[in-house]
Every structure is written in C-alpha cells, then in structure tokens.
C-alpha cells in the first residue's frame, strides 16, 4: 500500500468564472436554435418562444464573456489573443468567433426588433429616447431577418464547437477527455436555454401556447441530457477509455457522487414537472437551469480536483470573495442587471407588424 | 489556348493565391492542436535531466534553492520532491519509503504547447519549454493540459510558470540551481545530441532501468528516473495526505 507523506495541495485554475462563462454562452447559442421556428419557419405559435429566447440570447451573449474575461488571470492582455493569433489552439480559434457571435446575436435581436423600434418611433421618456436612438433611419431590414438568423446560429455552432473541443482535447484530465463533452455540454445549454426562456417567458406574461411549447422543450432537453449521460456510463463500463477512468473516480468519491445523483435528481425534476401546472413548469425551469449550471461546475471544479500524478483528490473550498461567492453574485446579478434594462427599455411586447405577419 | 500560355496563366493564378495564402500558411503549419514549430534556444543541443533516485534523501534542497533562484511565491512550486510511505502488502511489517523529485519533464511532445492561444508558451530548438510571461494572458489553459501538474499560476505575477531547467543558468555555462543544490548528487543535467555527456552515458549504462513518468501519455518525457518503480510510474493508487500551506504569500 502506498501512502502519500508530502506532497503539495494544487489550487484550481479554471475558476467559477469559467463555470459562468461556459454556462452563459451555452445557453445564448442554444437560445438562437429557439428562436428559429418562428423566424425561420414563420411558425405563428412559436412567436412567443422567440421572444423569450431573443432576450436570452441577448443578455446571455453579453455576460458571458464579461464572464470569460474576469476569468483570465491578466483581464488586460485580452488583446494579446489578436496580436498573436493562434490557429493550432482551440482558444484561440474561440476568441476569434466569440466577439463576432455577440455582435451577431446584438444584430440579430436589433433586426428583429426594427419594425417595432420604427412604431415607437417618436414617443418620449427614456424608452422613447432609447428606442430613437436605436431605431437609425426608416428601413425596416424584414429581409435581413432571415439571413442573419442563419449567420447567428452558425456562428453559436462554431462557438459549442470550441467550447466543446476546447475541454475535450485535454488528454490530461480523464473527465474532459470524452467525445461525451461537447454533446453533454449542448444538451444540457438546450436545457438550460428553454429553461431560461420559459422563466423569462412566465415573467414577461407570454400566453400559455409558449409556456406549454418551453414547457415541452424543457422536458425533452432533460430527457436528452440524461440520455448522454447513460451513455457515458455504457461506455465507461464497456471501455477503457477516459470515461472509464473516470468512473474508477467516481467510485473513490463521496462527492462525486452526491453530484451525480443531485444531477440525475434535478434532470427528473425538469423532466417530470415539465407538463404540469404553470407553477410546476417553474419548477421544472427552475431545475432545468440547476442541471445546467451544475453539470458545469461538476466538470470544470470537481474535474479540477484531481491531481494528474499524486493520490486522492485535491481539496476546493468556494471562496466568498471575487473568485468565489461574490463573483457568482455578481455575474448573476449582471445577468439580472442586462435582463431588466433589455426587457424595459426595449418594445418587446409591442405588436408590430412583421410580427404580425409572423402571426398570420 | 495556346497550351503553354494556359499553363503560363495556371502558374500565375496559383502563385497570385499563393501570396496571398504565404502569410496565413507560414504560421498554420500546424493542424489544430498539433505541435507548433519550436523557436530560440541553443541550437544542436537537447538537453534532458536524470534523476537518480537511489540518491535522494528528500531533502528538499532542490525545492528551496529554485524557490530562491526563480523567486516563486510561497506555496507554489517549479521543484518538490514528494514523498511516499510503501508498505509491502505480504510483508506489512516492511515499510519504505520514496523521493520523488518533481518538475517539468520538458517533453519532447510537450501537449501545454499546442493549447496557448497566444503563443507565449513554447518549446526552443534545445527541448526545453519556456513562458513568455510578458505575452502570457494568464488563461490557465496550458495548466490544465500539463499531464503532471508541473504547471501553475504564479500568484505575484498572474501568468503561467514553471521549470524551464533554468534555462538562464544553463546559457551562462551554470548548472540549474536545483542540480547544484542537491547534496546527494541526484540530479544530472545534460546534453543528448552529445554521446560523450554524462547524462547520455548514464542512459546508456542503465538502459533497461530507466523510466519516465506517464510513459503512454505519448508526451515523451524528457526527465528520466533511475530505480523507479512500476507502481510509480503513472497516476499514483493511494492514499492521500495532501498538503496545504498556511503561510501568507509575501
């Protein structure tokens, strides 16, 4: 038997910034798949979900990468990842495609709303000011809608890809190291998308069509993330590869397993409440975002734990300061912050006329 | 068309293209994740370390003249010898114990490379890898795909740090200050594209005990370990009693 006497306590390096960033973005590219029925499809019912998942996809593109940013240990550098453009590193190739995806989805969500800014044109007070302001010139851009929905979504497609491959890539840590990642990581920011958007939804006073539809969506993104997570565990009992190495992991954790079965917990939740009440289906949103958000920090936080050479585990305990609790706060408050300004200031709710048409 | 005129304009097209790519192809040499080009360093050299572990006492001299010589804050390490208690499962009344120097293994596949968005880490013409810690962003990346939590992140400096075999001392004709602080003589530090240095030499006497950590990683580790044993040599399967420093970072 071996018994580690000296060996030093590894901190974390991906803090929960990381958790945030991965947990914001996922969500605002995911959120864009929502939005197409009604964009892409003209399907009139699906007009209620675009809107809450628009707003989604707005304030999350925005805070994730303040996110990722706050994440980086020299924040200030953050030029030198265009001064010296890496095309063999997969951040690299991710903060080429980040700026242009938030620009993208500013784009997208502005386009979208142009006949309704045009409406308000004129009306005074801040909103009035704010819509003025944005409105820029008379043309409506109905055409652009389209063209720029597409070049959103491929953007966020590129954005999961190197976010998935990013983590997947890293040979050195056995939970990373599965192919599982990227899709694990997309189903569950579909999760976490419909979840959102049906809370936004609940709160914006959306008609029942769209909490039912959010309300379906929820259910099966559940249903899909715990699929991939069967997955993994059929391939880590009948392989050698890193799921499995992960699994002897898992065995040896007590917390590991509280993890696994708070996720399995909370994905049954989102699926099974997913058709009930109203209240119910907050209930189901409400879990659907705690797999999300907890999926993330299992993986990146728990996954950090584990020393690449020495015995056991490393210890982690949240810090309640900027790297810690108060971070989190803060990022969520910004997200709340973002939220609020978006949804007041801007004519979500107006009828105008392209989603008039939209309608008939 | 005249044929030789067609063929006259091909060239030019794709040497037209070809200008415009030269810029762009010059710095993709390397497929996603591949290793890139190496740059700087000493040229014709590779220099490699070997640790002879039937010679270390763990007396941590090594961790303390690199924490001096490189300043690195306390707490954090680019050296450390660990150290382990075994105990002989038919024998239980037989216990032993290990020292394990520690450090970067400079890999001749170095995977922390490929991962850093903007190139401030790399491997020179000699096989040792470095950080520009003037270009490093301080993303952790390269951290995370170390395979030996050789890596970190200097808590004075924000940015990535490690061992670079002190690179410094070897340019002026010193020896690493862990090499020359280790009293039982453990650590030999040398040139392999010499056949007559003492560290090629001791390769080629104890061929068939030498050992590196994680040899399946596929990173091919330049540190190499003499009276190693197998159950060392990848993740270790036991008990553990980490430590954590108390002290304040000064």
């Known amino acids: ?360 | 068309m005249d044929k030789s005129k067609r063929h006259f304009l091909n060239k030019v097209a794709t040497l037209s293209v070809g200008a415009t790519i030269v810029p762009l192809s010059s710095i993709s040499q390397a497929g996603i994740n591949d290793q890139p080009p190496r740059r700087n360093g000493q040229i014709g050299k590779r220099w490699a370390m070997l640790v002879d572990l039937r010679r270390c006492i763990g007396c941590q001299s090594c961790t303390v003249s690199c924490t001096i010589e490189n300043q690195i804050p306390i707490g954090q390490f680019r050296t450390r010898v660990d150290q382990y208690e075994v105990q002989d499962s038919e024998n239980p009344e037989s216990i032993t114990s290990l020292m394990l120097p520690r450090l970067c293994n400079h890999c001749d596949k170095p995977p922390c490379v490929p991962v850093c968005p903007v190139q401030a880490t790399y491997q020179q013409k000699d096989g040792i890898v470095v950080i520009d810690n003037e270009r490093c962003v301080g993303c952790g990346y390269c951290v995370q795909a170390c395979p030996y939590d050789a890596r970190f992140i200097n808590k004075k400096t924000n940015t990535a740090d490690k061992c670079t075999f002190c690179t410094h001392r070897l340019e002026s004709g010193l020896l690493p200050a862990c090499v020359e602080s280790c009293v039982g003589g453990a650590r030999i530090i040398g040139d392999l594209n010499q056949a007559d240095s003492q560290i090629s030499q001791l390769l080629k006497e104890h061929k068939k005990d030498i050992k590196v950590l994680k040899p399946k990683a596929g990173t091919h580790p330049h540190v190499f370990y003499i009276g190693l044993d197998q159950a060392f040599k990848n993740r270790v399967n036991g008990q553990s009693a980490v430590w954590k420093p108390k002290a304040e970072i000064i």
């Open chain 1, 1 to 360: 038997m071996i018994t580690e006497i000296l060996a030093p306590d590894i901190e974390i390096v991906w803090l929960p910034w990381a958790v945030a960033y991965f947990f914001f973005i996922g969500i605002s590219l995911t959120a864009v798949i929502l939005t197409l029925p009604a964009i892409l499809f003209n399907q009139k019912q699906s007009l209620g979900v675009a809107r809450a998942a628009m707003i989604v996809m707005l304030v999350c593109a925005i805070v994730g990468p303040v996110a990722l940013l706050a994440d980086i240990h020299q924040p200030a550098r953050f030029w030198h990842f265009y001064a010296h453009i890496t095309p063999w590193s997969w951040m690299s190739i991710g903060a080429i495609f980040l700026p242009l995806y938030v620009v993208a989805s500013l784009f997208y969500s502005w386009i979208f709303l142009r006949p309704a800014l045009l409406e308000s044109k004129g009306k005074t007070g801040i909103t009035g000011a704010m819509t003025n302001a944005l409105a820029m010139g008379s043309w409506e851009g109905k055409r652009l809608l389209k063209p720029v929905a597409i070049i959103t979504l491929i953007l966020g497609m590129i954005i999961a890809l190197y976010t998935g491959s990013e983590v997947a890539i890293v040979t050195s840590r056995e939970l990373w190291s599965s192919y599982l990642i990227p899709v694990f990581f997309f189903t569950t920011a579909l999760l976490g998308a419909s979840s959102l958007s049906l809370l936004i939804a609940y709160l914006t006073h959306e008609d029942n069509i769209t909490l039912t539809n959010l309300g379906r969506y929820t259910h099966w993104f559940s249903l899909l993330s715990l699929g991939v997570l069967v997955v993994w565990f059929v391939l880590a009992f009948s392989t050698n590869g890193a799921e499995a190495k992960s699994l002897a992991l898992l065995q040896h954790s007590a917390q590991w397993q509280f993890n696994l079965l708070l996720l399995v917990l909370f994905s049954l939740f989102s699926t099974l409440f997913s058709n009930g009440s109203s209240k119910l289906i907050l209930l189901s949103a409400l879990s659907g975002l705690v797999v999300s958000w907890m999926s993330r920090w299992f993986i990146f936080i728990d996954g950090q734990t584990v020393p690449k050479y020495g015995a056991g585990f490393y210890t982690y305990e949240l810090p309640l300061g900027t790297e810690g609790l108060l971070g989190m706060l803060g990022v969520f408050g910004l997200w709340l912050f973002f939220t609020i300004v978006v949804y007041e200031l801007l004519p979500w709710t107006h009828k105008t006329e392209t989603q008039e048409e939209v309608k008939s």
